[in-house]
């Protein structure tokens, strides 16, 4: 079976990177499979779950904010954060989504701020989603 190239960059690492049967990407436009062959697109990438499949396993990443250049061999991922299971410290997640939510509850947020708060309570939700995914598996 062929497989596509799967390398994940983010500012301060390389988070994964191998040769892998599919992928699960959440866009702007919702998720997307990606498979080997798949047509060339470069796309913007949303915070989430991304799910890499291989020999039957899968993996599962908390992703943040990013773009992600397809090919029919290569898939390129740039995000401001890529998490794998194991690195995700759930008690300082929830802490970051409280404050976040309080934030959101209790000031006058506008632009940049609110922007801000915004994208910290997501990339917190898809971190717990992750985590939590490890722990019910």
């Known amino acids: 079976m062929p497989t596509i190239h799967l390398e994940?960059?983010?500012p301060e690492h390389v988070a994964y990177e191998d040769d892998v049967d599919s992928i699960l990407l959440p866009t702007t436009d919702g998720e997307i499979a990606i498979l080997p062959l798949h047509t060339p697109l470069l796309t913007q990438v949303i915070p989430g779950e991304?799910?890499?499949s291989k020999n039957g396993q899968n993996l599962y990443l908390a992703i943040g904010e990013g773009f992600a250049?397809?090919?029919q061999t290569n898939v390129r991922v740039l995000a401001d954060m890529a998490l794998q299971q194991a690195e995700i410290d759930e008690d300082a997640v929830?802490?970051?989504i409280r404050k976040a939510e309080e934030s959101l509850s209790r000031e006058q947020l506008a632009g940049e701020q609110l922007a801000a708060v915004q994208a910290t309570?997501?990339?917190s939700l898809a971190q717990l989603k992750v985590k939590r995914r490890r722990?019910?598996?």
Request: hydrophobic share 50%; net charge neutral.
């Open 69 to 71: 250049e397809i090919t």
């Open 8 to 10: 994940i960059v983010t």
């Open 135 to 137: 722990n019910n598996n």
């Open 121 to 123: 309570l997501q990339k």
């Open 50 to 52: 991304l799910v890499v």
């Open 94 to 96: 929830q802490i970051a």
